[in-house]
């Protein structure tokens, strides 16, 4: 059964850091590039970060730039997303998905989805 397990996520101050992790389950991870969405309250999911199968990282988003990194761990089937210096404006559900070999900032590429994680940054 295909399964991404997003965890990590919690309330956190600004200028906090939280580490999310996305478990990833029943297919070829190495085939696979994993991408982070997040979704705030009354705004559309977007992109915020992918790994690709090859190892190529991006990030879509300027605002989070120098502040996140993406990072896998292929022997564990991981990816994480460290967030450092959050700001109230990234709190968000955030989501892993999946999608075979090249990244993509678009929901609607993704084949696999995970249940959301809450990130809450207060002021």
């Known amino acids: 059964e295909v399964q991404l397990q997003a965890s990590g996520g919690g309330l956190v101050q600004a200028g906090g850091f939280l580490r999310l992790s996305c478990a990833a389950y029943?297919?070829?991870?190495?085939?696979?590039?994993i991408a982070w969405f997040r979704q705030a309250p009354g705004k559309e999911r977007e992109g915020v970060s992918c790994?690709?199968?090859?190892?190529?990282?991006?990030h879509y988003i300027r605002a989070v730039k120098g502040r996140f990194t993406i990072s896998s761990d292929n022997a564990k089937n991981t990816v994480y997303l460290q967030m450092n210096d959050l700001k109230p404006e990234d709190t968000a559900v955030y989501y892993c998905?999946?999608?075979?070999?090249?990244?993509?900032?678009?929901?609607?590429?993704?084949?696999?989805w995970g249940k959301g994680t809450l990130v809450t940054v207060s002021s």
């Open positions: 790994v690709s199968s090859n190892g190529d990282r991006h």
């Open positions: 998905a999946a999608r075979k070999y090249t990244c993509s900032r678009g929901s609607v590429a993704m084949r696999y």
């Open positions: 029943g297919f070829t991870f190495d085939d696979y590039s």
